[in-house]
């Protein structure tokens, strides 16, 4: 005879449940991954410009963000937007925009981004940004982003038209703390090169380590450290809601933006500075 036991303690019955739910998560974000990065690859050098406007759902500050932490894992109680214009380098012919939106659900935070370059009739980029964050537990956050976008050249090499597909995902973990937040995310990019003579692979991984230290209310510090890249930071200082100024620090480059409150809405500027290439300016206006 077999005898069915009954589990009667209902703190053991939850926590069954919960490790049930967390197992099948587990699964649909290894399913997705293994999806994403089915082979795949280019050997087109030049990472999208345009590829690292993330909008944050809120006011962008240039082509840098705070902190790493400040990206898909991070969960939004407001329905928030924005769209703007860029000019990279202080090339005239070379002008991209951006559109960003982010919808809240219950638990959840959805943010979609699409954003244009266009260097002349000879350069042509767009990428496509979806996230999806969720909560937990009060103070742990998990959020998974999967970016893609092309690039066409044409005139590439007597007349031939080139067009470059990539796909990138990243999967974060954030802590969320009153004074210091700290996070982990993985990044995947794969890619594939379409000509008439060859399909050349590539494929890469990035792991990146964030910290916000948050001193006092209205300040922030973000710190990022990838593996053999120099280290990048940031400072976000937001003075009585109306206006907010930021600094960030990476590589090569330097990074000053601005955000006023109108009536509305919000008014963001902001310059990149790059030692060689120049410098990008951004404005866009944002719901927050």
Known sequence: MIKRFEIKNKGVKKYLMSVARFDALSVLIIIFAFLIS????????MCPVS?????????????????SLDNSAVTSEVFNWEAGRANYYGISELNGGFLSLQIPS??????????????????????????????????????????TYRIDIAEFEDGINTRTMYSNYDFAILRE????????????????????????????QEICYGIMVKPVKGANLGLDYEFGEPLKAGVEVEVADALK????????????????????????????????????????????
């Open 245 to 288: 100024c930021e600094i960030g620090i990476r590589k090569n480059m330097f990074t000053l933006g601005f955000s006023l409150r109108m009536p509305g809405f919000r008014l963001n500027f902001s310059t990149l500075l790059h030692t060689e290439m120049g410098e990008t300016y951004f404005i866009s206006i944002s719901g927050k």
């Open 51 to 67: 590829a690292e406007l993330l909008g944050r759902g809120g006011w962008s500050v240039a082509d840098d963000r705070l902190s």
């Open 177 to 204: 703390g009153q004074y210091f937040n700290f996070g982990v995310s993985f990044k995947q990019l794969s890619s594939k090169d379409v000509t008439l003579k060859s399909i050349p692979e590539r494929n890469s």
């Open 106 to 147: 219950k638990a959840n935070s959805f943010n979609f981004i699409y954003s244009t370059l266009k260097f002349s009739s000879v350069y042509q980029e767009s990428v496509y940004s979806f996230a999806l964050a969720k909560n937990l537990t009060k103070n742990l956050n998990a959020g998974l982003r999967l970016n």
């Open 38 to 45: 089915f082979p795949a690859a280019a050997s087109f050098e």
